[in-house]
């Protein structure tokens, strides 16, 4: 008996979009009006460093955070964010592009 996969075969630098959208646990509106998937992540299940988009500095390995992207958007831009930053973004304009 061989072990059980719990991936789906994607081919590498695919997104699987139902795999995704599946653990979504809001859509929320933005200050511009589009609206967003969102999900939050908890410190134990966040294993690897991204950027945030909000304020353009590290998000640690075990720092909670949001994931999020456009409804109407591709899956593959979705981007981690500061749970801070995520709220502010209305207030304050993205860092997108300096770093990545």
Do not use: F
């Not at 072990?3 to 979009?17: A, T, Y």
């Not at 720092?63 to 999020?68: E, F, R």
């Not at 409804?71 to 973004?89: L, Q």
């Amino acid at each position: 008996m061989s072990p059980r996969r719990n991936r789906r075969d994607v081919p590498d630098g695919d997104v699987d979009l139902d795999r995704a959208r599946r653990k979504v646990e809001a859509v929320e509106e933005g200050p511009d009006g589009a609206d967003w998937y969102v999900r939050h992540i908890p410190g134990q299940a966040a294993t690897k460093v991204y950027r945030c988009p909000g304020c353009d500095h590290e998000i640690g390995v075990g720092v909670p955070h949001v994931v999020a992207w456009q409804v109407d958007g591709p899956v593959d831009e979705r981007r981690h964010w500061h749970t801070g930053c995520w709220r502010a973004r209305g207030r304050r304009a993205p860092r997108v592009g300096r770093h990545r």
